[in-house]
């Protein structure tokens, strides 16, 4: 697992419930924050977006995304 994938637990792909369930996120999620916080320094935003980034290389650069 990668500290910054988000581990998804389950999901429902039978319509109209199609729901899915991840991890438990303390902080909520990033659109919270965001908006929460809509003045965040330049460099906290810079080192989400590093973060975010690393995240998605694991997926992308993985034969199996899941092993992440």
Same mark, same amino acid.
């Given at each position: ?5 988000? $581990?998804?637990?389950?999901? /429902? !792909?039978?319509?109209?419930? #199609? ?7 303390? $902080?909520? %999620? #990033?659109?919270?924050? #965001?908006? $929460? ?12 977006? !590093?973060? !975010?980034?690393?995240?998605?290389? /694991?997926?992308? %650069?993985?034969? %199996?995304?899941? #092993? /992440?």
């Amino acid at each position: 697992r990668h500290p910054n994938v988000l $581990q998804m637990l389950g999901a /429902c !792909i039978v319509p109209p419930n #199609l729901f899915y369930i991840t991890e438990y996120i303390p $902080q909520g %999620s #990033l659109d919270k924050v #965001l908006k $929460q916080y809509p003045h965040l320094d330049i460099r906290v935003r810079l080192s989400m977006a !590093i973060e !975010i980034t690393r995240g998605l290389v /694991c997926i992308y %650069s993985l034969t %199996s995304w899941f #092993l /992440c």
